[in-house]
């Protein structure tokens, strides 16, 4: 999945995720952050060509979030 950041405090280098924020009057007004993540690089160019207007190029960044699973065995003999 491609998901984008977008510069929060240049000073401090801080950086925060993209995406939408919705209000549901069913959860008594709680919001609930979605972020933006998708593998169809054209909607990626979209959205990045729509944020360059708002934020500037400089301003964001694109990244893709890997999945890996790792596991590990330990026997008795790699405790003594």
């Known amino acids: 999945m491609y998901k984008i950041l977008i510069l929060y405090k ?6 925060q995720q993209y995406g939408t924020t919705a209000t ?13 993540a ?19 190029h ?3 960044k694109v990244y893709k979030d890997v999945t ?4 590990v065995n330990f026997t008795m003999d790699d405790m003594n």
């Open 24 to 36: 549901s009057s069913a959860s008594g007004g709680k919001s609930t952050f979605t972020e933006f």
């Open 68 to 71: 890996a699973n790792f596991s």
């Open 38 to 56: 998708t593998d169809d690089l054209e909607v990626l160019k979209a959205e990045i060509l729509k944020l360059d207007k708002i934020y500037g």
């Open 10 to 15: 240049a000073e401090h280098n801080l950086w």
């Open 58 to 60: 400089e301003n964001i």
